[in-house]
């Protein structure tokens, strides 16, 4: 069964530092998707990114990057130029790639990001 | 609009009472899901339906009841609840043939059992 591993329950950065959230995963499967979500106060659950395990290029959306290391099963995120809008509680997901049948995501149990004025 | 709706945001209830949550999307998605969220445990999954149909029930007490009459909306009606079953409850959906689109997500129903 794979697994989603969060080892960070909090992390604080300074606005306009840089900050890498920890994600790690066990899984047996060799094509599948990784998330990053966050959710702020207002508690809707948004995505972030998104990594698939085929592409060795790390993804990147804006601000955010990852650093996808498949040997390692690591997936962390990187935040730069972080604003006080990325106050939030962040979730790292996985998925199958299978499309056949339903897959659910598999989720880590959050680290909340404080950003500090 | 986030395009999954969840009503209502808020619920106070007491144990004797029975309820329903309601999510709605029309993102043209084929597969819905509850989750449960509490503080300091990981997403809890509750149900699963792909093309209406109930694909999965991850050991949920009965006093839970899910309900999919189309692909578009899902409900959770509750009866019967305890206190440890208070928490946040997510509705997300997805387009299921297509593996890497990730989740869509409500805002919740924060539901407090009296």
């Known amino acids: 069964a794979q697994t989603v591993t969060q080892s960070q329950p909090e992390m604080s950065v300074q606005e306009a530092e840089t900050v890498t959230l920890s994600c790690t995963y066990d899984t047996s499967e060799s094509d599948y998707y990784l998330f990053w979500y966050k959710q702020p106060p207002s508690r809707q659950m948004i995505l972030v990114i998104r990594?698939?395990?085929?592409?060795?290029q790390n993804a990147t959306e804006n601000r955010f990057s990852v650093n996808f290391q498949k040997a390692a099963k690591s997936f962390s995120l990187k935040i730069s130029d972080s604003q006080l809008g990325d106050a939030a509680m962040y979730f790292c997901?996985?998925?199958?790639?299978?499309?056949?049948?339903?897959?659910?995501?598999?989720f880590g149990t959050g680290t909340r990001l404080k950003v500090l004025a | 609009e986030t395009g999954v709706t969840q009503t209502p945001r808020h619920l106070v209830m007491g144990m004797t009472n029975k309820k329903s949550l309601k999510c709605e999307q029309h993102?043209?998605?084929?597969?819905m899901y509850w989750y449960k969220q509490s503080a300091k445990k990981p997403l809890e999954l509750m149900f699963v339906?792909?093309?209406?149909?109930?694909?999965e029930n991850n050991s949920v007490p009965s006093r839970f009841s899910p309900e999919c009459p189309n692909s578009s909306h899902l409900f959770l009606h509750l009866h019967t609840l305890q206190p440890e079953d208070s928490a946040l409850y997510l509705c997300?959906?997805?387009?299921?043939?297509?593996?890497?689109?990730?989740?869509?997500f409500g805002s919740g129903t924060r539901l407090t059992v009296v």
């Open positions: 993102l043209g998605h084929n597969a």
């Open positions: 339906y792909n093309f209406k149909e109930q694909t």
């Open positions: 997901a996985y998925r199958s790639a299978m499309t056949s049948g339903t897959y659910k995501y598999i």
């Open positions: 997300a959906s997805s387009q299921e043939n297509r593996a890497g689109s990730g989740y869509t």
């Open positions: 990594q698939e395990a085929y592409k060795q």
